[in-house]
């Protein structure tokens, strides 16, 4: 249950970062969903070496969707070289 959850949420955060940064990307529902799940991650490991979480918690709901925008905007910056 926790995976549909993680999934879930995922998708809502990649969802809402898309939102905030426009621009024509690629991708359905799960590119959209890794990109939350990816953001968050980012977004924990990141707090845990500046100290804000500590072992155990995890990026909250807004923390994730700026780690979502740092993932899309990194996509972008990437996509836009080879392209």
């Given at each position: 249950?926790?995976l549909i959850w993680s999934a879930l949420v995922g998708l809502l955060v990649g969802a809402i970062a898309k939102?905030?940064?426009?621009?024509?990307?690629?991708?359905?529902?799960?590119?959209?969903?890794?990109?939350?799940?990816?953001?968050?991650?980012?977004?924990?490991?990141?707090?845990?070496?500046?100290?804000?979480?500590?072992?155990?918690?995890?990026?909250?709901?807004?923390?994730?969707?700026?780690?979502?925008?740092?993932?899309?905007?990194?996509?972008?910056?990437?996509?836009?070289?080879?392209?």
């Amino acid at each position: 249950m926790h995976l549909i959850w993680s999934a879930l949420v995922g998708l809502l955060v990649g969802a809402i970062a898309k939102l905030f940064m426009p621009g024509k990307d690629g991708g359905g529902i799960i590119v959209t969903m890794i990109l939350g799940i990816v953001g968050s991650l980012l977004f924990t490991y990141l707090g845990r070496l500046v100290g804000l979480y500590s072992e155990g918690e995890n990026a909250g709901f807004i923390a994730s969707i700026l780690g979502a925008m740092i993932v899309l905007f990194i996509y972008r910056f990437f996509k836009k070289k080879t392209a």
